[in-house]
C-alpha cells in the first residue's frame, strides 16, 4: 500500500547547549492541552450534559407522579371540616372555623396520543446531536491545534532564514568595506550590500515579530505560558495517512461527519416533533388517586381515599393544533434543506482537501529541489566572489532567492499537512487518536 509521508521540519538548531537539552514541545502535548483546557470543549460537554438531562426529565414522564399537599385554611364563618357523604340529623357534621387538609396523589397518564414517545424520542435525538456537536468542536479544536504547531513552525523557519540571510549580508558588507578601504572595489558596492543588508533587517524584524505572535497564539489554544512555549525546540513530524479515492471519501464525510451526523440527528428529531403534534387531536386518558386528611382547630381528624379514570379531550383549540403541525412540518423542511446543505459543504471540503493535497505534493517536491539548487547557487556565487571571479549583484540575487525558495517550500509543507487535516475532518475521522496512529516523530 503505497503511503503518501508529509515531512514537516518542526526545529530549528539553537547555538546554546542549554536549550539543546530541552524537552521538545511536541504536537501531541499542544493537541493534549488544547482539549482539556480549552473553553470550547467545557461548552460542548455542557450541552451534552444539559440535553442528557432533558432526557432523564422527558423519561420521568414514563413513571407515576406522587404529590403530597397540605393547607391550613381559616374561614371568617365556621365551615364543614370534613367530606359529606350523607346527612344524618342524629348526627350532625363538624363545623370550625379552622381546617387543615394533607393528602397524597398518586397519578399515571395511560394514553396521550403518543405524546409522551415523541418527546421522549425527541429528546434521545438530541442527545445525539449535542454528542456529534461535541465531537464536531473536538475536531476543530485538533484542526486548530495542527494549525497553530505548523504556522510556529514556519515561523521558526522563517526566523531562522532571515537571521541567516542577516548573518551572511552582514560578512558582505564588512567585505565590501574592506576591499573599498583597499581600492579595489568602487564605493557603489559597499551601498548595494548596505542596502541589501538593510532590506534583510526589516524582513527579520517582521520575521521575529510572527514568529513572537505565532508563539503567543500555541500558548493561548493551549492553556501553557509563553515562557513554556518562547524559545522551546519543536520536534519533527511527519503525517502518514493513505490517500482515499476521491468518491469513497465523499461518501465517508457525508455517513460519518460530524456536522452532517449532527444534523441527521436533528432531522429525526423535527420528526419526532411532528408526532408530538399530532398526538394533540388524541384524547387523553389518565388513572389518578388520593388519600385526604382532614381536621378541625379542635384537633379532631377523618381522612378517606378517592380513585378514578379521566378522559379528556379539548374540543376547541382556536386554530392551536394545525399551527402545532404547520410549524412540526416547517421544522422539518428546515432541517431537511441544512443537512443536505451540510452534506453538500462535506463533498465539498473533500475535494477541496484533495485538490490542495495534489498541489501541495507536487509544490513541496518541486520547491524542495528548487531550494537545494538555490542554495548551491549562492554557496557558488559566494566562492566566486571570494575569490573575485563573480560579481556582487549575483551574490545578492542568489541569498535572496534562497530565502524565497525557503520561505516557499515552509508554505508548501505546511499547506499539505493542513490539507491532510482538512481532510481528515472532513471524512469525520479526525480524533486524538487518529491524530496518534498517523502523525509520528520523525528525526
Known sequence: MKYVIVAVMLGVATAAGGVAQEQPLTLAEVVTHALSTHPSRAQSAALVARAEAARREQRSALLPSLVTEASLTRFEEPMVVAPLHGFDPRSPPRFDRTLAQANVSLGYTVWDGGARGARLERAALQVAAARAAEEAATESLIAESVRRYAALQTARELAAASAAAVQALAAERTRAARLLEQGRVARVALLRAEAALSGARAEQASADAQLEVAERDVARLTGLPQSAVHGRPLER?????????????????????????????????TTAGEAEARAQWWPRLQLGGRYIRYGSGEGDAGGEWQGGVQLSYALFTAGARPAAQDRARAESRAAAAELAQ??????????????????????????????????????????????????????LSAEA???????????ARLAEVLAWIELARASGVLTPTWVEQN?????
Open 401 to 411: 532567492a534562497l530565502l524565497r525558495a525557503r520561505a516557499a517550500l515552509t508554505e
Open 237 to 269: 513530524v511527519a503525517v502518514r495517512a493513505t490517500a482515499p479515492e476521491r468518491d469513497a471519501a465523499v461518501r465517508q464525510a457525508q455517513s460519518a461527519n460530524a456536522e452532517v451526523r449532527r444534523l441527521r440527528a436533528q432531522l429525526a428529531a
Open 342 to 395: 451540510a452534506e453538500l459543504r462535506a463533498a465539498e471540503a473533500v475535494d477541496r482537501a484533495h485538490a490542495l493535497l495534489t498541489s501541495a505534493r507536487a509544490r513541496t517536491e518541486a520547491l524542495a529541489a528548487a531550494a537545494e539548487q538555490s542554495a548551491e547557487v549562492a554557496r557558488i556565487e559566494k566562492l566566486a566572489l571570494d575569490t573575485g571571479a563573480g560579481v556582487q549583484t549575483d551574490y
Open 439 to 443: 502523525v509520528e516523530p520523525t528525526s
